[in-house]
């Protein structure tokens, strides 16, 4: 057994794309998926970008609201999911305590969640 830290001291603070959020690795695959934790500030940003591959973000503390190609607003907390195709722009935004989520990256992801 091997236990591990995802703590946000163990991340990697990211600011590409005006972004500011700490990213915890988890794993990395040899088919191309990775998933990692990712730390969100109040007010901290995922900035507005394209996905270069399918992207899952998966919200496990605190809320915020993202936004697709759409560019409409959608309100996330804890237990929400959120799919993003690949070569889809999106953004993310922490509100009130932050937010915790695990996002999942990769090709091919087929998401097996119940649609909201």
């Known amino acids: 057994m091997k236990l591990y830290s995802l703590n946000k001291e163990h ?3 990211i600011t ?3 972004s500011n959020f700490v990213m915890s690795k988890i794993l990395q695959s040899s088919r191309n998926v990775h998933m990692g934790c990712m730390h969100l500030e109040q007010s901290g940003v995922i900035g507005w970008h394209q996905a270069k591959v399918s992207q899952l973000l998966i919200v496990i ?3 915020g609201k993202v ?3 759409e560019d409409k607003w ?3 907390c804890s237990g929400d999911a959120v ?3 690949e070569g889809e722009w999106h953004e993310t935004i922490a509100e009130n305590k ?5 996002v999942i990256e ?3 992801l087929e998401v097996q969640c119940l649609e909201k």
């Open 16 to 18: 590409q794309y005006d």
């Open 83 to 85: 799919f993003w195709q």
């Open 11 to 13: 991340g990697k603070h």
């Open 61 to 63: 503390a605190g809320d």
């Open 74 to 76: 959608h309100r996330v």
């Open 67 to 69: 936004r697709g190609a």
């Open 98 to 102: 932050g937010m915790t989520a695990i």
């Open 106 to 108: 990769g090709e091919q």
